[in-house]
């Protein structure tokens, strides 16, 4: 590694400035799961690391407005663990829960997972499906980007060299939703996902009819890739197996995988409208789960 100095600003004014000395050649370190291996690798030079461990009000997870707005150093295990986040939006704890091991989910941060921006992440996928936006700042200000618009490449996002992710905002869910996220992992439990497929299902007031779906995926192709064609033929239709089987059919559409050591890219298609499927499938399940759950009446009249 060549020798880099080493800035731990307190404030994101202060990180705005080192970035401003440093320009092009700083980069940000926050968990540094990502960063320090490949500095090792010498695929990234940087000659200066300004670190986020230090700058205050960076991390944390509340509830504003009904949306749940996570800092940019929260790690993975603190989403994963909160109580708030596991209330709210149990799909997100569950997502990031699926992110490598303990260890790694203790020095990850959200923030450096999206920056990072490796397709065959986890989170992104759920973060698609449920809407999320990145929050951005820089000393001209911050704007707000769609997950969904977030990713361009591999390893390459919107985000400019003097911008700061500070916040992601995850919306409340609409009446009558759920969720669900599948990694598929045929190697070993902490790998990357040969495939993984996040939907968000919201039904009508009947619970017959899809009145919205958002459905995600990762490892199949350069950046995260929102299956917009397989929710189409969702919306509208009765809750029905075939209905399901026709979203998996388009989302292989959808995708573009490589053939790699997790398999070929033939390989990755088919199981990606397998783990479509699925995931709708276990979304689904979560109404069952809270219509069979008993109420809080037949609970006490069960006690007398
Ligand atoms: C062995 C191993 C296995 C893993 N397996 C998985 C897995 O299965 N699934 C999965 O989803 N993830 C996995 N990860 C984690 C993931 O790939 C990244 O390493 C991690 O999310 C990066 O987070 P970080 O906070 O450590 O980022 P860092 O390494 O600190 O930084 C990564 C990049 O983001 C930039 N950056 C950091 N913070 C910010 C910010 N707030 N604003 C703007 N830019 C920023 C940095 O400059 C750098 O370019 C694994 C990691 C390891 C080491």
């Known amino acids: 590694m060549q020798p880099f100095e080493y800035r731990t600003p307190k404030n ?12 092009a ?10 960063l320090i291996i490949m500095m090792k690798q010498r695929l990234v030079r940087p000659t200066c690391l300004i670190s986020l461990s230090s700058v205050r009000g960076l991390a944390g997870i509340a509830e ?12 993975h295990r603190e989403v994963e663990t909160s109580s708030l986040v596991r209330r709210r939006l149990p799909l997100l704890a569950e997502t990031y829960r699926h992110v490598a091991t303990i260890r790694v989910r203790n020095m990850a941060t959200v923030g450096g997972g999206l920056a990072h921006a490796d397709p065959n992440q986890d989170p992104p996928p759920t973060l698609i499906a449920l809407g999320a936006s990145v929050k951005a700042s820089s000393a001209g200000g911050s704007r707000m980007i769609p997950v969904e618009e977030f990713f361009t490449d591999y390893y390459e996002t919107v985000l400019k060299p003097d911008e700061v992710i500070t916040e992601v905002s995850v919306p409340r869910l609409p009446p ?22 996040a939907a968000v299902v919201t039904l009508d007031r009947s619970k017959k009819i899809f009145s919205d779906v958002r459905i995600a995926l990762g490892s199949v192709g350069t950046t995260p890739i929102r299956a917009r064609e397989a929710e189409a033929v969702l919306r509208g239709q009765p809750v029905k197996a075939e209905a399901l089987r026709a979203a998996a059919e388009k989302a292989k559409q959808a995708v573009d995988p490589i053939s790699d050591f997790r398999g070929s890219a033939a390989y990755k298609r088919e199981m990606a409208g397998v783990f ?14 809270v ?9 006490r009249r069960g006690r007398r």
Do not use: C, H, M, W
């Open 276 to 289: 479509v499927r699925r995931a709708l499938e276990k979304a689904l399940e979560g109404f069952k789960r």
């Open 176 to 197: 009558n939703s759920a969720g669900a996220f599948l990694k598929f992992l045929p190697r070993t439990a902490d790998d990357y996902a040969t495939v993984s497929a």
């Open 12 to 23: 994101l004014k202060e990180v705005q400035q080192e970035l401003k000395q440093f320009g």
């Open 291 to 299: 219509k069979s759950a008993p109420s809080r009446q037949s609970k």
């Open 64 to 75: 504003k407005n009904g949306a749940l707005r996570i800092g940019g150093s929260t790690t």
């Open 25 to 34: 050649d700083a980069k940000l370190v926050a968990g540094g799961t990502a």
